[in-house]
């Protein structure tokens, strides 16, 4: 099972500011399977990324996905207020799917 | 509309059973891989099971021989059938439709308390 390991636990930034996540995988993702997803307290989860840099429907262009291989980023330039929450990575192989432990990003 | 509606949570003793649903609209379950996903109260997500198109279904080691993932193709809904059930099965159950190797579509979630 591919272990996916998310940095840092917790960011503390401000609106406007550039957040950076980490996400690195115990072994290559196959064919960039490679998911981000943005958690509000109280909410189900929601699609940012996937295919490591394709943005899901109706996600800002101020979310952007990158990486290849085992090393993974999600980019959110310039925060606003409802981005502050908690993002996981997630990825998919071999019919099971695993998810990161989460990054808060909190204001 | 592209829906997911959960339903069957409760409290249960460690042991009993549960059967959950997820009620689709929009789109027609037997045409998509579709799983359930859960999340321990203060915890991160888990993948727990998904039904393929053909059929095929999978499970997470924590749960396999316990819980068993099904459809009905005519009232277009997924079901969760839990046995066995034990304090770590605690969670948010989310059903969640795979695209792409992600989960594009997220269910609001049914709560399952494991408890005596």
């Known amino acids: 099972e591919i272990v996916l390991t998310q940095s840092p636990g917790t960011l503390s930034l401000s609106p406007g500011e550039r957040a950076t996540l980490s996400c690195r995988a115990s072994q290559n993702v196959i064919s960039g399977f490679l998911a981000w997803y943005q958690q509000r307290p109280g909410q189900a989860p929601r699609l940012l990324i996937y295919g490591a840099s394709n943005r899901a429907t109706g996600i800002p262009d101020r979310f952007s996905g990158s990486g290849s291989g085992t090393d993974f980023t999600l980019t959110i330039t310039r925060l606003e207020a409802e981005d502050f929450a908690v993002y996981y990575c997630?990825?998919?192989?071999?019919?099971?799917?695993?998810f990161g432990q989460g990054t808060k990003v909190e204001i | 509309e592209v829906q997911l509606v959960e339903s069957g949570g409760g409290l249960i003793q460690p042991g009993g059973s549960l059967r959950l649903s997820c009620a689709a609209s929009?789109?027609?379950?037997?045409?998509?891989?579709v799983s359930w996903v859960r999340q321990a109260p203060g915890k991160g997500l888990e993948w727990v099971s998904v039904?393929?198109?053909?059929?095929?279904?999978y499970y997470a080691e924590s749960v396999r021989g316990r819980f068993t993932i099904s459809r009905d193709n005519s009232k277009n809904t997924l079901y969760l059938q839990m046995d066995s059930l034990r304090a770590e099965d605690t969670a948010v159950y989310y059903c969640a439709r795979n695209g792409e190797g992600a989960f594009d579509v997220w269910g609001q979630g049914t709560m399952v308390a494991v408890s005596s």
């Open positions: 039904i393929s198109i053909g059929g095929n279904t």
């Open positions: 929009g789109f027609t379950v037997s045409r998509n891989y």
């Open positions: 997630q990825q998919y192989g071999s019919s099971s799917w695993t």
